[in-house]
């Protein structure tokens, strides 16, 4: 099978979730026997180092099959590309491959303008849209989470969305909203990582029958691991991801910080692994809350207390930090999709502490497969701690029980039944009816 795969950024120029499961999944294809691309769309402050003068698409240097995307004049509010001449060079490429599937993984700085143009470069080919976030739904970086307060939002309207954005008239919302679901209806199936995400788009006005929820996978790197080993105490955590806003390293410092203000530390004390790149994407006022946490755990001069921060960490790394944990804390504070950092925990038979949210709560089940607590509370992730810190027995059953997620190829081969079920619907277009894929593990 000739698949295209279209993608916002490149791993190999800023690591992240959404870019790493479409990578891994144009890396399956070529391993499994297809005829695979990849088309990745960068910033616009990439050109200079990867791009050539007047050319928005060139190929990546070093590499076959693979293309860097620098389309202009892109609009993030609307997810639009205002350059017809990037849209030409994007749908002439795909008029050269001719392929049977165009898999895009994102909107952004792609443009849905190029939905349209890949339909017409490929009529014939099935077009499939895989959402990692919700920037159509809502303009606040697809995160529903309300400026200012930083309050969770559970409901997307052009009246809640105009209070966030009160230089726009709910009119705009509506037309908008209009003008993307218009683009989207080109695509021929949509797929989501979790329930979370497919109830959400399917509220917004996605049609139901085209919505299939499809778990992210990824290459398992603990296959040479030893996944029972821990620390004798059992009290190492480590934080793995973004550091960002929204991915709660704050949460883990209030828990922290209540234990030692109220003297609760356990005699084995507690160790915290910070290992988080992108910290330059952060807002000033999360990094300064940071700087004020951190002082404040380091004057308290318990004696109990070991936190580092590691800082990013490539892939290869990872078996390596992994094994300076016995538990990972994912403690999201926005509607976390899928949470590949849980995959990447599970990978090396790391018990994992989460958020109980979205597509977090999905996935992780308390005292089989690892432990939740309510969003942004610091009050009960440190009672979480205390109770798991020194508790072996506890470790080892947890570890026990969890089971390897899904590989690049389980994915990979999800989505191949999808295609050609398609392909063979006699009616044009398959009956999917907002299903998960059947024995699929989250």
Known sequence: MKVIYVSYL???VAPGGAQQVAFEMFQASLKQGHDAYF???????????????GAPIVPVQGEERQYFYFPQYYDFLHLSVGDWRSIQFFRELIER?????????????????????????????????????MMAICMADGQMVKRGSRDLCRSSSPVSCN???????????????????????????????????????????????????IPNGQTNLGTAFDRSHHSRQVNRFGFFGQFIDNKGVD?????????????????????????????????????DKINQQVEELRSSK?????????????????????????WVIVPSTWWEIFGLVVSEAWMFGRPVIASSIAGLKERVIPQKNGFTFPPR??????????????????????????EQPWTEDEMLDAHLSLWK??????????????????????
């Not at 088309?39 to 003068?53: F, M, S, T, V």
């Not at 410092?253 to 290992?275: H, M, S, T, Y």
């Not at 509370?377 to 969890?402: C, F, H, M, P, Y």
């Open 97 to 133: 491959i001719k392929p049977d599937v165009i898999h895009f993984h994102h909107y952004h700085r792609v443009g849905v303008e190029s939905i349209r143009a890949a339909r017409i470069a490929a009529p014939d080919a099935v077009i499939c849209f895989t959402f990692h976030e």
């Open 377 to 402: 509370d610091g009050r009960s992730l440190a009672e979480l701690l205390l109770k798991l810190v020194g508790n072996e027995q506890q470790w080892i059953a947890t570890n026990r029980s969890i």
């Open 421 to 442: 079920e398609y392909s063979l619907s006699t009616s044009g277009h398959a009956a999917y009816g907002h299903r998960q894929v059947q024995g699929a593990r989250l």
């Open 163 to 213: 209070k966030c954005f009160p230089d726009l008239r709910p009119e705009f919302v509506t037309l908008r909203s209009a003008r993307l679901k218009t683009a989207l209806a080109e695509c021929d199936v949509f797929v989501f990582p979790s329930e979370f995400i497919a109830d959400r788009y399917v509220e917004w006005g996605l049609p139901e029958e085209k919505c299939v929820v």
């Open 39 to 53: 088309i990745a769309a960068l910033e616009a402050n990439h050109d200079q180092i990867y791009g050539k003068p």
């Open 251 to 287: 949460v883990i410092l209030e828990a922290l910080l209540l234990l030692a203000r109220e003297q609760r530390l356990p005699a084995a004390g507690i160790v915290v692994e910070i290992n988080g790149g992108n910290k330059h994407y952060a807002s000033g006022p999360y990094l």
């Open 302 to 326: 318990s004696g109990k207390i070991t936190l580092r921060e590691n800082g990013a960490y490539a892939r290869d790394q990872l078996a390596e930090r992994m094994a300076s944990v016995d």
């Open 10 to 12: 490149h791993p190999s």
